[in-house]
């Protein structure tokens, strides 16, 4: 053993003398081999450390197979049906192994030194070497063409800020987060829990371990419960809060005027969507935008992506939940997601092939809950003609809007539910413990598909799912609407005219 390594080993055991660490802080600085040599060891020694402290650490992130830089523009959908395993120890230290070499040879292994990166141009002094970093909070999982300069595996630490003008970046959080960054992006690491968002659009992945996943803006906290939600910070600082899935807390930096206010938006629940201005206004959202599966999504319906539909709105009043309508543009497909409440997915029934002229259509997931609103007014603003389908669950009767304005045509859709969270309760759950994919997979429920074709109006208003019974003679009010327990809201899909 060489007389530098006899120093590094004692170093890293702690029993290096006022001596040893003379002569380490000059080789170091004398030396970019030596100094190379001495970052690549300490990085292994404090990262398996920490691998075996505690297993759900950033190695294994990185090194899962869903990790692929050519796919890094891609979304990385996990169906909640799929369980996660813990690794192996030994796995855990190969990735540990490996995640050093990215770090080193990537060049962007990092020590709390001045003097491991450069040699100075200038007389050398002498700076104590002091204990490596902190284990990173997060480190990079992807990049597009746009941000090349970015590495696979580069590690961020507490503190630290990256800044990027065009383009995405995807993270993966030690604590158990994966987010997607699209720019222009600044953000800053405070800790492992908690990121400063000063502009740019974020979603984030977080799993049941990352409980308390905080985002910080101008405006508001946003601390996750275990969800999938999104954030877009304008370079205003207002603030758009999309839930996707599960639950989030916002927390207003500045005191809403009343505390009913406070209250009413405290907690939001996938399929809601507010935008908080001034630490203290909040305004519903009523339209997320996004195409297929990409990750990438708006507030705005811009028109480039969107064919048909200009804006949606409905008649609920300010006081309401801040729900919102989802238009996916050219969407519709085997396995497109149903509800923005749910995760359900439309899916061809067994033997009977998916209705071609819906496929790639527009299409706009709705709340299932819905389906218990009366005298409900969704209004689609249209920017050219188009055919409107409506897909209708078979066990509810036609509403009477549906029958006057709309055409049963010789189409059916499957609904594949999903129920891993036991919104039902009961034996029912049984029978919904996964997603098929593919035609004829998983399918649960029929729906009848209604068509209006050519609608050259500018827009168009669609009802509720049922509707009360006719008026009661005797006390001049209407009869209790019907159940709606035991079915689904419809869905609605917007295809070009030309192409049928």
Not at 210 to 217: K, L
Not at 331 to 338: I, Q, R, T, Y
Not at 398 to 412: C, G, N
Request: aromatic residues 8%; hydrophobic residues 40%.
């Amino acid at each position: 053993m060489n007389h530098f390594q006899q120093i590094i080993d004692a170093w890293l055991d702690g029993t290096i003398t006022d001596e040893q660490i003379k002569f380490l802080n000059q080789t170091l600085l004398e030396s970019d081999e030596l100094a190379q040599q001495f970052a690549t060891q300490v990085q292994q020694h404090y990262i398996l450390r920490e691998c075996y402290a505690n297993d759900a650490n950033l190695a294994t992130a990185l090194l899962t197979p869903e990790t692929d830089n050519k796919n890094s523009n891609s979304s990385i959908r996990t169906r909640a049906k799929q369980k996660k395993t813990r690794a192996p120890f030994h796995r855990i230290l190969l990735s540990a192994i490996a995640l050093t070499f990215l770090l080193v040879i990537g060049g962007v292994w990092r020590l709390n030194t001045i003097h491991v990166v450069n040699r100075p141009s200038e007389e050398p002094h002498a700076a104590p070497v002091t204990m490596p970093r902190q284990t990173p909070v997060a480190a990079i999982i992807g990049a597009d063409e746009k941000n090349n300069e970015l590495q696979i595996g580069q590690a961020f630490y507490d503190n630290d800020r990256i800044t990027f003008h065009s383009g995405s970046v995807s993270l993966r959080f030690q604590l158990g987060v994966t987010a997607e960054f699209i720019g222009p992006t600044d953000v800053e690491f405070v800790d492992k829990k908690k990121i400063i968002l000063h502009r740019g659009q974020m979603t984030a992945d977080v799993d049941p371990s990352a409980i308390g996943f905080t985002v910080e803006t101008a405006h508001a906290n946003i601390i996750d419960l275990g969800t999938k939600f999104g954030v877009q910070v304008q370079e205003s600082g207002e603030t758009d809060v999309v839930v996707f899935d599960g639950t989030v807390d916002v927390q207003y930096k500045h005191p809403a005027e009343t505390q009913e206010a406070i209250a009413r938006y405290e907690r939001l629940t996938a399929g809601e969507a507010i935008q908080v201005k001034g630490g203290s206004r909040f305004y519903r959202i009523p339209v997320v935008q996004s195409a297929g599966d990409s990750t990438a999504w708006s507030t705005k319906i811009e028109e480039a992506e969107s064919r048909f539909v200009s804006s949606i709105s409905d008649n609920f009043p300010e006081s309401s939940r801040p729900i919102y309508y989802n238009l996916v543009a050219n969407g519709f497909d085997e396995d497109a997601l149903s509800y923005v409440d749910r995760p359900y997915e439309w899916n061809s029934p067994p033997e009977i092939p998916f209705p071609e002229q819906l496929r790639g259509g527009d299409y706009i997931r709705m709340m299932n809950a819905l389906k218990f609103v009366m005298n409900l007014e969704v209004k689609i603003e249209l920017h050219q003609p188009a055919d409107i389908y409506i897909l209708i669950d078979k066990r509810a009767p036609p509403p009477a809007w549906l029958a006057r304005e709309f055409t049963k045509t010789d189409m059916v859709i499957g609904m594949d539910e999903y129920d891993p969270k036991g919104y039902f309760g009961g034996p029912l759950v049984e029978n919904i413990q996964s997603l098929g994919i593919g035609a004829g997979q998983s399918v649960d429920y029929i729906f009848d598909i209604w068509v209006k074709r050519d609608v050259q109006e500018k827009s168009i208003v669609l009802g509720s799912l049922v509707e009360p019974e006719p008026v009661d003679a005797k006390s001049n009010r209407p009869k209790s609407p019907l159940v709606t327990t035991g079915i689904s809201m419809y869905g609605v899909v917007l295809t070009n005219h030309s192409s049928n």
